[in-house]
C-alpha cells in the first residue's frame, strides 16, 4: 500500500488504474527520521544495541520518493521544513518540481551518508582501513570566500563535529584551515603544556617545547622571526596574560591554544581580524589520511606513532647519551611535519633551522644551516643536532651539517 502509493506515477493510466483496483491512495508528501544510528555510536559500545539503530524501512521509503520525485516532496531533514512549509503556503499546499528535485538530490545523500556510516562501523570492528569499496561521509561546514587561489571554489566539510571554537577575528580561509591542521598536527604531538608551533604555509618555521610559557614561545620565535610575520602560531596549553602581551607585539593570521584566560582575550580581542581558535576539545585520534587527484583516491594509515627510544637504533661507534637522543628524536618528531625534502637543525628543545620542499636534499641541509647562522646568535655547543626525514643518498649532506657545528644526526635508513 504504502509503496505503491510513493512510487505510483501520475500520468500512467495503468498505475492509476491499479490504485484504484486496490483501493490505495497516492502519497504526495514523504517525512522521514531515521533511527539515531550515528548518535548511538557517539553514546553506546554495546554491539546489539548499535545493530538494533540500523533503519531498514525508512531509507526504503526516502529512496522511494526520491526517485518519484516528479510527483512527490520528500522531506529527510529539519532544515528542510521552512522551505516545505513556504511551499505549501505559497502554492496551495502543493511543492514546485524545482524543490522537489532538490529534496530529492539531498535525499541520496542523506541515504548514503547513513550506509556509508553503518560500512564504516563495520570495517572498524572487523578492523579492515582498506576495503573493496570505501565510502566517506561529510557534512557541509562552510562554503568559504575561495579556495588556494582567488580563481578557486571551497568549502570545508566535516566527518564528526571539529571541535573548534573560533572566539574572534575573521572567517577562515582555505589557506587558513590548511595551516591549522599542519599546526594542530606537530603541537598535539609534542608534551602537554609545554609546546609551541610557529607555521607559515603549511610548513614549520619555529617549534619548542619549555615549561616556561613565554620561553617556549620565544625560542619557537627566534628560528625564524621574519618567515613567522602573518604566520600561524599554535600552543598546547593555555594563553595567560603575560604570553598575550607578547602574542601582542607581532602580525599573526591565527592564534590556536588550549584555551585563554580572559584577561589574554581582552588583550587579543583589540584586533578585530586577529583569528584566536581553542582547540582544547580536539583530538587527533585520525585513522587514516587521503590525498584525492585525477579521480584517484591515495589511502594510507595516518604518520601519528609516538615516538620512543625503542623505534629507533644506533648505528654508529659513537653513542649519545640520553639528553642527545630524546632531541634526536624530538628533532625528528618535528621533521615528519616538514615538507620533503625535510631537515631540521635543533639546540636543546628548539629548532633553530629548518630547511623544507626542496627537490634536493643538500638544498634543504644549506636552507637549515643558513637559517640557523642568520638567526641563532648563541654560542654553538655539541647538543646541535639534526634530523632529515629519508636517508642521506650522498655523504655531502652530512659533510655539510657536521661543518655547520651538527654533532649528531637521525635519519629513517
Known sequence: KIDAGILSVRNKKKHLKDLKKNNYEEIDLVVVNFYPFEKTLEKSANH???????????PAMVRAAAKNYKDVTIV?????????????????????LS????????????????????????????KNNFPKKKLFTFNLLENLRYGENPHQESSIYINKNLKLK?????????????????ALNISKSLPKNQGTVIIKHANPCGVAVNSNKIES?????????????????????????????????IFFEVIIADAFDKDSLKILKKKKNLRIIDSSDLKNNEILSYNNNFNTLLLQTADNLKFSSKNFKVVSKLKPNSKTLKNLIFAFNVCRFVKSNAI?????????????????????????INKMRKFYK?????????????????????EKLIQAGVSAIIQPS
Open 99 to 126: 524543490l522537489r528535485e532538490k529534496f530529492s538530490s539531498e535525499a541520496f545523500a542523506t541515504t548514503g551518508s547513513y550506509d556509508a556510516t553503518i560500512s564504516n562501523y563495520f570495517n572498524t570492528i572487523l
Open 217 to 249: 614561545f620565544k625560542l619557537a620565535l627566534k628560528s625564524d622571526p621574519i618567515s613567522a610575520y602573518g604566520g600561524i602560531v599554535s600552543f598546547n596549553f593555555k594563553i595567560n596574560k603575560k604570553l598575550a602581551n607578547e602574542l601582542d607585539k
Open 166 to 182: 573560533q572566539l574572534n577575528g575573521k572567517k577562515l580561509s582555505y589557506n587558513n584551515y590548511n595551516d591549522i591542521f599542519a
Open 378 to 398: 648563541e654560542k654553538l655547543d655539541d647538543q646541535i643536532i639534526a634530523a632529515s626525514d629519508a636517508f642521506f643518498p650522498f655523504v655531502d649532506g652530512i
Open 48 to 58: 546489539e544495541k548499535i545493530i538494533e539503530n540500523i533503519d531498514i524501512g525508512g
Open 76 to 96: 529527510t531533514d529539519i532544515s528542510q521544513y521552512d522551505s516545505l512549509i513556504d511551499h505549501l503556503n505559497k502554492f496551495s499546499c502543493s511543492t514546485t
Open 344 to 368: 631540521v637543525i635543533l639546540n636543546k628543545d628548539s629548532t633553530i633551522g629548518i630547511g623544507s620542499g626542496q627537490p634536493s636534499r643538500l638544498d634543504s641541509c644549506e636552507i637549515a
